[in-house]
Protein backbone atom coordinates (compact mmCIF):
# COMPACT_ATOMS: atom_id res chain seq x y z
CA UNK A 1 0.00 0.00 0.00
CA UNK A 2 1.56 3.64 -0.93
CA UNK A 3 1.98 5.86 1.62
CA UNK A 4 0.32 8.84 2.98
CA UNK A 5 2.57 11.90 3.89
CA UNK A 6 1.01 14.95 6.28
CA UNK A 7 1.62 18.55 5.19
CA UNK A 8 2.48 21.21 8.04
CA UNK A 9 0.22 22.18 10.91
CA UNK A 10 0.99 24.15 14.25
CA UNK A 11 2.29 22.33 16.62
CA UNK A 12 -0.32 21.31 19.27
CA UNK A 13 0.90 19.52 22.63
CA UNK A 14 -2.14 20.22 25.16
CA UNK A 15 -3.66 17.29 26.84
CA UNK A 16 -6.78 18.24 25.64
CA UNK A 17 -6.81 19.45 22.29
CA UNK A 18 -9.03 22.25 20.77
CA UNK A 19 -10.33 21.24 16.90
CA UNK A 20 -9.20 23.81 14.30
CA UNK A 21 -7.99 21.91 11.71
CA UNK A 22 -10.22 22.31 8.05
CA UNK A 23 -11.15 18.65 8.23
CA UNK A 24 -12.76 19.06 11.70
CA UNK A 25 -14.57 21.60 10.16
CA UNK A 26 -16.27 20.06 7.38
CA UNK A 27 -17.48 17.17 9.59
CA UNK A 28 -21.27 16.92 11.29
CA UNK A 29 -21.65 18.85 14.12
CA UNK A 30 -20.96 17.20 17.77
CA UNK A 31 -23.97 15.24 19.03
CA UNK A 32 -25.28 16.19 22.80
CA UNK A 33 -23.54 14.30 25.81
CA UNK A 34 -25.79 11.61 27.16
CA UNK A 35 -25.85 10.48 30.80
CA UNK A 36 -22.66 9.05 31.26
CA UNK A 37 -20.87 11.01 28.45
CA UNK A 38 -18.14 13.39 29.80
CA UNK A 39 -17.74 15.82 27.21
CA UNK A 40 -14.60 15.85 25.64
CA UNK A 41 -12.98 17.96 22.51
CA UNK A 42 -11.41 16.46 19.46
CA UNK A 43 -7.80 16.00 20.13
CA UNK A 44 -5.59 17.00 16.70
CA UNK A 45 -1.92 16.41 16.09
CA UNK A 46 0.87 16.82 13.14
CA UNK A 47 2.84 14.07 13.37
CA UNK A 48 1.70 11.12 15.87
CA UNK A 49 -0.77 10.59 18.42
CA UNK A 50 -1.81 7.66 20.51
CA UNK A 51 -5.20 7.22 22.71
CA UNK A 52 -5.69 5.51 25.42
CA UNK A 53 -8.25 5.16 28.53
CA UNK A 54 -6.43 7.30 30.71
CA UNK A 55 -4.42 10.56 30.58
CA UNK A 56 -1.91 8.97 32.08
CA UNK A 57 -1.64 6.42 29.94
CA UNK A 58 -1.73 8.35 26.82
CA UNK A 59 0.61 10.87 28.05
CA UNK A 60 3.33 7.93 28.37
CA UNK A 61 2.49 7.33 25.13
CA UNK A 62 3.17 10.21 23.44
CA UNK A 63 6.30 10.79 25.29
CA UNK A 64 8.14 7.53 23.70
CA UNK A 65 6.55 8.95 20.41
CA UNK A 66 8.46 12.12 20.95
CA UNK A 67 11.32 10.48 21.82
CA UNK A 68 11.60 8.86 18.22
CA UNK A 69 9.95 5.49 19.36
CA UNK A 70 7.53 3.32 17.23
CA UNK A 71 4.16 2.97 17.89
CA UNK A 72 4.93 -0.77 18.92
CA UNK A 73 7.02 1.35 21.57
CA UNK A 74 4.30 3.54 22.53
CA UNK A 75 2.20 0.63 23.12
CA UNK A 76 4.28 -1.10 26.04
CA UNK A 77 4.51 1.84 27.56
CA UNK A 78 1.08 2.72 27.38
CA UNK A 79 -0.13 -0.81 28.30
CA UNK A 80 2.12 -0.78 31.41
CA UNK A 81 0.91 2.30 32.45
CA UNK A 82 -2.77 1.07 32.23
CA UNK A 83 -1.84 -1.81 34.38
CA UNK A 84 -1.07 0.39 37.23
CA UNK A 85 -3.98 3.38 36.00
CA UNK A 86 -6.53 1.03 34.99
CA UNK A 87 -5.72 -2.28 36.95
CA UNK A 88 -9.43 -3.29 36.57
CA UNK A 89 -9.52 -3.62 33.08
CA UNK A 90 -6.27 -4.87 31.43
CA UNK A 91 -2.29 -5.75 32.58
CA UNK A 92 0.66 -8.49 32.41
CA UNK A 93 -1.90 -10.70 34.35
CA UNK A 94 -4.03 -10.82 31.20
CA UNK A 95 -4.10 -11.14 27.30
CA UNK A 96 -4.34 -8.97 23.88
CA UNK A 97 -4.43 -8.86 20.39
CA UNK A 98 -2.44 -6.60 18.68
CA UNK A 99 -3.07 -5.04 14.66
CA UNK A 100 0.10 -3.65 13.61
CA UNK A 101 0.65 -1.30 10.00
CA UNK A 102 4.01 -1.37 8.95
CA UNK A 103 3.71 1.93 6.24
CA UNK A 104 7.33 0.92 4.85
CA UNK A 105 6.60 -2.22 4.06
CA UNK A 106 2.71 -1.67 3.26
CA UNK A 107 1.75 -5.08 5.65
CA UNK A 108 -0.85 -5.51 7.85
CA UNK A 109 0.32 -8.27 10.67
CA UNK A 110 -1.99 -10.12 13.68
CA UNK A 111 -0.39 -11.12 17.18
CA UNK A 112 -2.39 -13.08 19.12
CA UNK A 113 -1.25 -13.04 22.80
CA UNK A 114 -4.80 -14.43 24.52
CA UNK A 115 -4.39 -16.45 27.61
CA UNK A 116 -4.86 -20.58 27.17
CA UNK A 117 -6.15 -22.98 29.60
CA UNK A 118 -3.88 -24.66 31.52
CA UNK A 119 -2.73 -28.40 30.47
CA UNK A 120 -4.93 -29.96 33.44
CA UNK A 121 -7.88 -28.18 32.18
CA UNK A 122 -10.98 -30.27 31.10
CA UNK A 123 -14.05 -29.68 29.77
CA UNK A 124 -16.11 -29.74 32.54
CA UNK A 125 -14.03 -27.15 34.30
CA UNK A 126 -17.02 -24.91 34.90
CA UNK A 127 -19.57 -28.06 35.76
CA UNK A 128 -21.07 -28.31 38.97
CA UNK A 129 -23.90 -31.17 40.12
CA UNK A 130 -24.25 -31.62 36.16
CA UNK A 131 -25.22 -27.71 35.33
CA UNK A 132 -23.09 -24.80 34.50
CA UNK A 133 -21.39 -23.19 37.42
CA UNK A 134 -22.95 -19.39 38.28
CA UNK A 135 -21.22 -16.96 36.81
CA UNK A 136 -19.53 -15.33 39.73
CA UNK A 137 -19.12 -18.45 41.33
CA UNK A 138 -16.93 -19.32 38.32
CA UNK A 139 -14.59 -16.09 38.32
CA UNK A 140 -13.65 -15.63 41.33
CA UNK A 141 -10.66 -17.57 42.18
CA UNK A 142 -7.91 -19.37 40.66
CA UNK A 143 -10.20 -21.74 38.55
CA UNK A 144 -10.93 -19.11 35.99
CA UNK A 145 -7.40 -17.89 35.75
CA UNK A 146 -5.95 -18.45 32.12
CA UNK A 147 -2.11 -18.42 31.27
CA UNK A 148 -1.38 -14.88 30.54
CA UNK A 149 -0.41 -13.75 27.44
CA UNK A 150 0.06 -10.15 27.02
CA UNK A 151 3.99 -9.31 27.75
CA UNK A 152 4.54 -12.03 25.53
CA UNK A 153 3.30 -10.08 23.50
CA UNK A 154 4.73 -6.93 24.21
CA UNK A 155 8.00 -7.99 23.52
CA UNK A 156 7.27 -9.75 20.12
CA UNK A 157 6.39 -6.89 18.96
CA UNK A 158 9.00 -4.90 20.20
CA UNK A 159 11.67 -7.72 18.73
CA UNK A 160 9.60 -6.68 15.56
CA UNK A 161 8.72 -2.95 15.16
CA UNK A 162 10.14 -1.51 18.19
CA UNK A 163 13.21 1.30 17.98
CA UNK A 164 13.74 2.08 21.34
CA UNK A 165 15.17 -0.13 24.02
CA UNK A 166 13.35 -2.05 25.78
CA UNK A 167 14.13 -0.53 29.51
CA UNK A 168 13.39 2.44 28.44
CA UNK A 169 9.54 1.41 27.71
CA UNK A 170 9.44 0.08 31.60
CA UNK A 171 10.48 3.32 32.67
CA UNK A 172 7.15 5.61 32.53
CA UNK A 173 5.25 2.74 34.74
CA UNK A 174 7.88 2.14 36.83
CA UNK A 175 8.13 5.91 37.95
CA UNK A 176 4.67 5.85 38.75
CA UNK A 177 4.98 2.74 40.72
CA UNK A 178 7.45 4.31 43.10
CA UNK A 179 6.36 8.08 43.16
CA UNK A 180 2.40 7.00 43.09
CA UNK A 181 -0.12 8.16 40.91
CA UNK A 182 -3.99 9.60 41.91
CA UNK A 183 -7.09 7.37 42.49
CA UNK A 184 -9.41 8.34 39.23
CA UNK A 185 -13.01 8.88 40.09
CA UNK A 186 -13.75 5.76 37.98
CA UNK A 187 -11.28 3.77 39.67
CA UNK A 188 -12.72 4.85 43.01
CA UNK A 189 -16.19 3.95 42.15
CA UNK A 190 -15.24 0.41 40.83
CA UNK A 191 -13.82 -0.30 43.98
CA UNK A 192 -16.09 1.12 45.98
CA UNK A 193 -18.55 -1.15 44.00
CA UNK A 194 -16.44 -4.62 44.77
CA UNK A 195 -17.60 -6.89 47.35
CA UNK A 196 -15.03 -9.99 46.30
CA UNK A 197 -11.92 -8.14 45.82
CA UNK A 198 -11.47 -6.33 49.30
CA UNK A 199 -11.61 -10.40 50.20
CA UNK A 200 -8.39 -10.89 48.66
CA UNK A 201 -5.61 -9.96 51.42
CA UNK A 202 -2.78 -8.09 49.08
CA UNK A 203 -5.52 -6.57 46.78
CA UNK A 204 -7.13 -4.81 50.18
CA UNK A 205 -4.01 -3.82 51.09
CA UNK A 206 -3.37 -1.97 47.94
CA UNK A 207 -6.96 -0.73 47.36
CA UNK A 208 -8.39 -0.04 50.59
CA UNK A 209 -7.84 1.74 53.33
CA UNK A 210 -7.97 -0.27 57.14
CA UNK A 211 -11.49 0.52 57.57
CA UNK A 212 -12.73 -1.20 54.31
CA UNK A 213 -13.16 1.64 52.35
CA UNK A 214 -11.59 2.37 48.73
CA UNK A 215 -8.48 4.62 48.62
CA UNK A 216 -10.52 8.38 48.06
CA UNK A 217 -10.85 10.24 45.03
CA UNK A 218 -7.17 11.93 44.49
CA UNK A 219 -5.44 9.40 47.08
CA UNK A 220 -1.80 8.78 46.10
CA UNK A 221 -0.95 5.15 45.04
CA UNK A 222 2.23 3.48 45.12
CA UNK A 223 3.02 0.19 44.11
CA UNK A 224 6.51 -0.70 45.44
CA UNK A 225 5.67 -4.46 44.48
CA UNK A 226 5.02 -3.80 40.89
CA UNK A 227 8.02 -1.54 40.45
CA UNK A 228 10.17 -4.48 41.77
CA UNK A 229 8.43 -6.52 38.96
CA UNK A 230 8.97 -3.88 36.33
CA UNK A 231 12.65 -3.89 36.98
CA UNK A 232 13.53 -7.62 36.69
CA UNK A 233 11.02 -7.15 33.14
CA UNK A 234 13.07 -4.40 32.18
CA UNK A 235 16.25 -5.83 32.98
CA UNK A 236 15.61 -9.59 31.87
CA UNK A 237 12.34 -9.38 29.97
CA UNK A 238 9.19 -11.91 29.93
CA UNK A 239 11.57 -14.31 31.43
CA UNK A 240 11.55 -12.91 34.41
CA UNK A 241 7.69 -12.77 34.33
CA UNK A 242 6.96 -16.57 33.03
CA UNK A 243 10.16 -18.44 34.87
CA UNK A 244 11.12 -17.53 38.05
CA UNK A 245 9.95 -16.22 41.12
CA UNK A 246 7.58 -14.28 39.90
CA UNK A 247 6.19 -17.32 38.09
CA UNK A 248 6.39 -18.87 41.09
CA UNK A 249 3.68 -16.38 42.84
CA UNK A 250 1.52 -16.63 40.08
CA UNK A 251 1.33 -20.38 40.47
CA UNK A 252 0.96 -20.07 43.94
CA UNK A 253 -1.80 -17.62 44.01
CA UNK A 254 -3.81 -19.81 41.43
CA UNK A 255 -3.50 -23.11 43.21
CA UNK A 256 -3.82 -21.69 46.54
CA UNK A 257 -7.47 -19.97 46.66
CA UNK A 258 -8.93 -21.22 49.70
CA UNK A 259 -12.44 -21.94 47.94
CA UNK A 260 -11.51 -21.84 44.31
CA UNK A 261 -8.02 -23.14 43.20
CA UNK A 262 -7.12 -23.59 39.52
CA UNK A 263 -4.37 -25.44 38.30
CA UNK A 264 -1.74 -23.01 36.50
CA UNK A 265 1.65 -25.02 36.51
CA UNK A 266 5.12 -23.47 36.20
CA UNK A 267 5.41 -25.69 32.99
CA UNK A 268 2.40 -23.97 32.09
CA UNK A 269 3.66 -20.48 32.20
CA UNK A 270 6.86 -21.14 30.85
CA UNK A 271 5.23 -23.37 27.37
CA UNK A 272 3.07 -20.44 26.74
CA UNK A 273 3.34 -18.79 22.96
CA UNK A 274 2.64 -15.88 20.85
CA UNK A 275 0.67 -16.66 18.01
CA UNK A 276 0.99 -14.90 14.61
CA UNK A 277 -2.78 -14.96 12.49
CA UNK A 278 -3.39 -14.11 9.10
CA UNK A 279 -5.07 -10.91 9.39
CA UNK A 280 -9.05 -10.87 8.42
CA UNK A 281 -9.73 -7.93 5.68
CA UNK A 282 -12.56 -7.05 3.83
CA UNK A 283 -14.09 -3.99 1.35
CA UNK A 284 -16.68 -1.84 2.50
CA UNK A 285 -17.77 0.34 0.39
CA UNK A 286 -14.34 2.30 -0.72
CA UNK A 287 -12.70 1.41 2.66
CA UNK A 288 -10.92 -1.71 3.25
CA UNK A 289 -10.93 -3.24 7.06
CA UNK A 290 -8.37 -5.02 8.50
CA UNK A 291 -8.74 -6.73 11.94
CA UNK A 292 -7.84 -10.03 14.06
CA UNK A 293 -8.56 -13.29 13.04
CA UNK A 294 -10.32 -16.28 15.57
CA UNK A 295 -10.14 -17.23 18.14
CA UNK A 296 -11.17 -13.49 18.01
CA UNK A 297 -14.55 -12.80 16.50
CA UNK A 298 -14.74 -9.32 16.16
CA UNK A 299 -13.04 -8.72 12.88
CA UNK A 300 -15.56 -11.48 11.38
CA UNK A 301 -18.30 -10.04 12.82
CA UNK A 302 -18.08 -6.73 11.89
CA UNK A 303 -17.44 -7.33 8.33
CA UNK A 304 -20.64 -9.19 8.19
CA UNK A 305 -22.52 -6.61 9.74
CA UNK A 306 -21.00 -3.88 7.18
CA UNK A 307 -21.17 -6.45 4.31
CA UNK A 308 -25.08 -6.19 5.60
CA UNK A 309 -25.21 -2.48 5.88
CA UNK A 310 -23.53 -1.70 2.50
CA UNK A 311 -26.64 -2.84 0.80
CA UNK A 312 -28.30 -0.12 1.99
CA UNK A 313 -27.48 3.67 1.69
CA UNK A 314 -26.93 4.68 5.50
CA UNK A 315 -25.26 8.31 4.29
CA UNK A 316 -29.11 8.81 3.14
CA UNK A 317 -30.83 7.29 6.19
CA UNK A 318 -28.57 9.42 9.04
CA UNK A 319 -28.75 8.24 12.78
CA UNK A 320 -32.02 7.06 13.29
CA UNK A 321 -34.49 4.47 13.59
CA UNK A 322 -34.19 2.90 9.90
CA UNK A 323 -30.49 2.47 10.35
CA UNK A 324 -30.59 1.13 13.66
CA UNK A 325 -33.26 -1.55 12.26
CA UNK A 326 -30.52 -2.54 9.36
CA UNK A 327 -27.53 -2.47 12.39
CA UNK A 328 -29.75 -4.77 14.87
CA UNK A 329 -30.93 -7.09 11.85
CA UNK A 330 -27.18 -7.13 10.94
CA UNK A 331 -25.97 -7.94 14.14
CA UNK A 332 -28.30 -10.29 14.73
CA UNK A 333 -26.80 -12.25 11.73
CA UNK A 334 -23.40 -11.97 12.54
CA UNK A 335 -24.06 -13.07 15.81
CA UNK A 336 -26.14 -16.19 14.54
CA UNK A 337 -22.50 -17.07 12.98
CA UNK A 338 -20.65 -16.67 15.40
CA UNK A 339 -22.17 -18.63 18.05
CA UNK A 340 -21.77 -21.34 15.56
CA UNK A 341 -18.74 -21.33 13.38
CA UNK A 342 -16.40 -18.80 15.74
CA UNK A 343 -13.79 -20.78 18.03
CA UNK A 344 -9.46 -21.36 18.67
CA UNK A 345 -8.60 -22.14 14.96
CA UNK A 346 -6.02 -25.28 16.72
CA UNK A 347 -9.19 -26.84 18.12
CA UNK A 348 -11.76 -26.24 15.48
CA UNK A 349 -11.53 -26.03 11.45
CA UNK A 350 -13.32 -22.63 11.19
CA UNK A 351 -14.83 -21.63 7.40
CA UNK A 352 -12.67 -18.31 8.01
CA UNK A 353 -13.25 -17.57 3.63
CA UNK A 354 -16.66 -18.36 3.31
CA UNK A 355 -17.70 -16.16 6.63
CA UNK A 356 -16.34 -13.02 5.03
CA UNK A 357 -17.64 -14.05 1.01
CA UNK A 358 -18.99 -11.18 -0.13
CA UNK A 359 -21.91 -12.96 -2.05
CA UNK A 360 -22.52 -15.21 1.14
CA UNK A 361 -23.31 -12.08 3.18
CA UNK A 362 -25.14 -10.12 0.62
CA UNK A 363 -27.43 -13.25 0.57
CA UNK A 364 -27.67 -13.45 4.15
CA UNK A 365 -28.80 -9.72 3.63
CA UNK A 366 -31.82 -10.84 1.74
CA UNK A 367 -32.73 -12.20 4.64
CA UNK A 368 -33.36 -8.82 6.60
CA UNK A 369 -36.94 -7.02 5.91
CA UNK A 370 -36.91 -3.40 6.23
CA UNK A 371 -40.23 -3.14 7.91
CA UNK A 372 -40.16 -5.79 10.58
CA UNK A 373 -37.31 -7.05 12.68
CA UNK A 374 -36.54 -11.13 11.97
CA UNK A 375 -36.27 -11.33 16.25
CA UNK A 376 -33.81 -14.20 16.55
CA UNK A 377 -31.11 -15.10 13.24
CA UNK A 378 -30.06 -18.76 12.75
CA UNK A 379 -26.97 -19.58 11.44
CA UNK A 380 -26.30 -19.48 7.77
CA UNK A 381 -24.32 -21.98 5.81
CA UNK A 382 -21.04 -20.30 4.16
CA UNK A 383 -18.92 -21.35 1.53
CA UNK A 384 -15.78 -23.77 1.51
CA UNK A 385 -17.04 -25.17 5.08
CA UNK A 386 -16.43 -28.71 6.61
CA UNK A 387 -17.82 -30.06 9.41
CA UNK A 388 -18.48 -28.17 12.52
CA UNK A 389 -18.33 -28.64 16.36
CA UNK A 390 -21.33 -26.89 17.80
CA UNK A 391 -20.73 -23.84 19.23
CA UNK A 392 -23.79 -21.56 20.45
CA UNK A 393 -22.77 -19.40 23.84
CA UNK A 394 -21.41 -16.41 24.28
CA UNK A 395 -18.63 -15.37 26.83
CA UNK A 396 -17.93 -11.24 27.72
CA UNK A 397 -14.89 -9.77 28.72
CA UNK A 398 -15.83 -6.21 30.78
CA UNK A 399 -12.26 -5.86 31.98
CA UNK A 400 -10.80 -4.69 29.09
CA UNK A 401 -8.94 -2.03 27.57
CA UNK A 402 -8.09 -0.56 24.04
CA UNK A 403 -4.81 1.19 22.48
CA UNK A 404 -4.81 3.59 19.59
CA UNK A 405 -1.25 5.07 18.43
CA UNK A 406 0.39 6.12 15.40
CA UNK A 407 4.12 6.77 15.26
CA UNK A 408 5.63 9.78 13.05
CA UNK A 409 6.63 6.99 10.41
CA UNK A 410 2.61 6.57 9.59
CA UNK A 411 3.47 3.03 11.50
CA UNK A 412 0.10 1.95 13.62
CA UNK A 413 -0.98 -0.15 16.27
CA UNK A 414 -4.71 -1.18 17.44
CA UNK A 415 -4.32 -3.20 20.57
CA UNK A 416 -7.09 -4.68 22.74
CA UNK A 417 -6.25 -5.87 25.58
CA UNK A 418 -7.90 -7.35 28.97
CA UNK A 419 -8.33 -8.94 32.18
CA UNK A 420 -12.08 -10.33 31.19
CA UNK A 421 -14.14 -9.04 34.31
CA UNK A 422 -13.70 -5.77 36.29
CA UNK A 423 -10.52 -6.67 38.11
CA UNK A 424 -9.96 -10.27 36.36
CA UNK A 425 -10.72 -13.20 39.19
CA UNK A 426 -10.06 -10.72 41.80
CA UNK A 427 -6.67 -12.44 42.39
CA UNK A 428 -3.75 -10.35 42.88
CA UNK A 429 -0.01 -11.13 42.86
CA UNK A 430 2.66 -10.15 45.01
CA UNK A 431 3.87 -8.90 42.20
CA UNK A 432 1.67 -5.99 42.67
CA UNK A 433 -0.77 -7.14 39.52
CA UNK A 434 -4.05 -8.37 38.97
CA UNK A 435 -4.80 -11.76 37.17
CA UNK A 436 -7.41 -12.85 34.75
CA UNK A 437 -10.37 -14.84 34.36
CA UNK A 438 -10.43 -15.07 31.02
CA UNK A 439 -11.14 -18.78 30.94
CA UNK A 440 -14.76 -18.01 31.95
CA UNK A 441 -15.21 -16.97 28.08
CA UNK A 442 -14.90 -20.68 27.07
CA UNK A 443 -18.54 -22.44 27.13
CA UNK A 444 -19.32 -23.48 30.49
CA UNK A 445 -21.42 -26.75 28.99
CA UNK A 446 -19.02 -28.96 27.18
CA UNK A 447 -21.89 -30.25 24.52
CA UNK A 448 -25.15 -28.98 23.68
CA UNK A 449 -28.14 -31.50 22.06
CA UNK A 450 -25.36 -34.22 22.61
CA UNK A 451 -22.91 -32.58 20.84
CA UNK A 452 -19.48 -31.21 21.98
CA UNK A 453 -19.31 -27.86 21.86
CA UNK A 454 -16.48 -25.71 19.90
CA UNK A 455 -16.08 -23.71 22.70
CA UNK A 456 -15.94 -25.55 25.48
CA UNK A 457 -12.49 -25.54 27.60
CA UNK A 458 -9.24 -27.87 26.19
CA UNK A 459 -6.15 -28.32 27.43
CA UNK A 460 -4.16 -25.49 25.74
CA UNK A 461 -6.67 -23.46 24.20
CA UNK A 462 -7.82 -19.95 23.76
CA UNK A 463 -11.80 -18.76 24.65
CA UNK A 464 -13.15 -16.89 22.17
CA UNK A 465 -13.01 -13.43 22.02
CA UNK A 466 -15.32 -10.72 20.81
CA UNK A 467 -12.05 -8.03 20.56
CA UNK A 468 -12.21 -5.91 17.37
CA UNK A 469 -8.62 -3.82 16.92
CA UNK A 470 -9.33 -2.36 13.54
CA UNK A 471 -7.56 -0.47 10.80
CA UNK A 472 -9.17 1.22 7.87
CA UNK A 473 -7.41 1.74 5.12
CA UNK A 474 -9.06 4.57 2.02
CA UNK A 475 -9.46 3.55 -2.00
CA UNK A 476 -5.39 4.08 -2.30
CA UNK A 477 -4.69 1.81 0.34
CA UNK A 478 -3.08 4.61 2.81
CA UNK A 479 -4.17 4.11 6.71
CA UNK A 480 -6.98 6.07 7.89
CA UNK A 481 -8.10 5.01 10.94
CA UNK A 482 -7.20 2.83 14.14
CA UNK A 483 -10.28 1.95 16.12
CA UNK A 484 -10.95 -0.44 18.74
CA UNK A 485 -12.75 -0.65 22.15
CA UNK A 486 -13.64 -2.49 25.29
CA UNK A 487 -17.24 -3.95 25.55
CA UNK A 488 -17.32 -7.96 26.35
CA UNK A 489 -19.18 -8.52 23.03
CA UNK A 490 -20.78 -5.42 22.74
CA UNK A 491 -17.29 -4.34 21.57
CA UNK A 492 -18.23 -5.62 17.83
CA UNK A 493 -21.53 -3.47 18.11
CA UNK A 494 -19.46 -0.40 19.47
CA UNK A 495 -16.96 -0.89 17.32
CA UNK A 496 -19.26 -1.22 13.99
CA UNK A 497 -21.39 1.58 15.21
CA UNK A 498 -17.90 3.91 15.13
CA UNK A 499 -17.35 2.94 11.99
CA UNK A 500 -20.45 3.89 10.54
CA UNK A 501 -20.31 7.19 12.24
CA UNK A 502 -16.61 8.06 10.63
CA UNK A 503 -17.55 6.47 7.23
CA UNK A 504 -20.65 6.90 6.32
CA UNK A 505 -22.22 9.72 8.60
CA UNK A 506 -19.18 11.40 8.28
CA UNK A 507 -18.63 12.33 12.44
CA UNK A 508 -15.18 12.88 13.97
CA UNK A 509 -14.10 10.84 15.59
CA UNK A 510 -14.64 12.18 19.01
CA UNK A 511 -18.55 12.52 18.09
CA UNK A 512 -18.18 8.95 16.36
CA UNK A 513 -16.97 7.05 19.53
CA UNK A 514 -19.12 9.28 21.96
CA UNK A 515 -22.47 8.95 19.94
CA UNK A 516 -25.23 6.69 21.73
CA UNK A 517 -24.71 3.19 21.14
CA UNK A 518 -27.08 0.40 19.80
CA UNK A 519 -27.44 -3.16 18.43
CA UNK A 520 -28.25 -6.57 18.75
CA UNK A 521 -26.41 -9.94 19.61
CA UNK A 522 -29.30 -11.82 17.86
CA UNK A 523 -31.58 -11.30 21.13
CA UNK A 524 -33.19 -8.31 22.11
CA UNK A 525 -32.50 -5.05 19.81
CA UNK A 526 -30.25 -3.02 22.55
CA UNK A 527 -30.41 0.98 23.56
CA UNK A 528 -27.68 3.13 25.08
CA UNK A 529 -29.91 3.78 28.12
CA UNK A 530 -29.40 8.21 28.14
CA UNK A 531 -28.57 8.19 24.94
CA UNK A 532 -30.02 9.99 21.71
CA UNK A 533 -30.81 6.26 20.73
CA UNK A 534 -32.98 5.62 24.00
CA UNK A 535 -35.61 7.67 21.56
CA UNK A 536 -35.94 5.58 18.62
CA UNK A 537 -37.41 2.95 21.24
CA UNK A 538 -41.12 2.88 20.69
CA UNK A 539 -40.15 3.17 16.32
CA UNK A 540 -38.37 0.02 16.66
CA UNK A 541 -40.86 -1.68 18.87
CA UNK A 542 -43.47 -0.84 16.17
CA UNK A 543 -41.21 -2.96 13.61
CA UNK A 544 -41.27 -6.01 16.39
CA UNK A 545 -37.93 -5.36 17.75
CA UNK A 546 -37.95 -6.35 21.50
CA UNK A 547 -35.95 -3.40 23.10
CA UNK A 548 -33.79 -3.13 26.16
CA UNK A 549 -32.77 0.06 27.50
CA UNK A 550 -28.95 -0.64 29.30
CA UNK A 551 -25.55 1.29 30.26
CA UNK A 552 -23.25 0.58 27.38
CA UNK A 553 -19.95 1.48 28.47
CA UNK A 554 -18.15 1.48 26.05
CA UNK A 555 -14.51 2.84 25.96
CA UNK A 556 -13.53 3.06 22.63
CA UNK A 557 -10.75 5.08 21.28
CA UNK A 558 -10.47 6.32 17.52
CA UNK A 559 -7.60 8.46 15.73
CA UNK A 560 -8.68 9.42 12.22
CA UNK A 561 -5.21 10.28 9.95
CA UNK A 562 -6.32 13.01 7.07
CA UNK A 563 -4.04 15.18 4.84
CA UNK A 564 -3.93 17.57 7.76
CA UNK A 565 -2.88 15.29 10.49
CA UNK A 566 -4.62 13.61 13.13
CA UNK A 567 -8.05 13.57 14.72
CA UNK A 568 -8.57 11.39 17.58
CA UNK A 569 -11.60 10.64 20.28
CA UNK A 570 -11.34 9.24 23.52
CA UNK A 571 -14.84 7.58 24.58
CA UNK A 572 -16.75 9.99 27.29
CA UNK A 573 -18.20 7.56 28.92
CA UNK A 574 -14.22 6.78 30.53
CA UNK A 575 -11.45 8.61 31.16
CA UNK A 576 -9.14 8.77 27.87
CA UNK A 577 -7.75 11.35 25.96
CA UNK A 578 -6.25 11.51 22.06
CA UNK A 579 -2.82 13.31 22.56
CA UNK A 580 -0.28 13.72 20.41
CA UNK A 581 2.54 16.13 18.41
Not at 42 to 49: P, W
Not at 91 to 96: D, L, P, V, Y
Not at 240 to 257: C, L, N, P, S
Not at 565 to 571: H, I, P
Request: with cysteine.
Amino acid sequence: MPSLRLTTLTLLSAVLLNAGTAAAQTLAPAPEASTGRATKTLGTAQRFMAAAANPLAAAAGRDILRAGGSAVDAAIAVQLVLNLVEPQSSGIGGGAFMVHWDEAGGKVATLDGRETAPAAATPDRFMKDGKPMPFREAVIGGRSVGVPGTLKLLEEAHRRWGKLPWPDLVQPALKLSEEGFAVSPRLNGLLAGETALPKNAVAAAYFYEPDGKPKAVGAILKNPAFAATLRAIAAEGSKAFYEGEIAQDIVATVTGHPTNPGDITMADLAAYKIEEREPVCGAYRVWRLCGMGPPSSGAVAIQQMLGTLETQDLRRMGPGTEAAHWFSEAGRLAFADRALYLADPAFIVVPLRGLIDRDYIRSRAMLVSPDRSMGRAKPGDPPHRRAQLLAPSDGIENGTSHISIVDAQGNAVAMTTTIEDGFGARLMTKGGFLLNNELTDFNFAPEEDGKPVANRVEPGKRPRSSMAPTLVFDAFGRLYAVVGSPGGSQIIGYVAKTLVALLDWKMDPQQAVDFGNFGSRNGPTELEKGSEAEAWKAALEAKGHEVRLLEMTSGTQAIVKTPEGFLGGADGRREGVAIGD
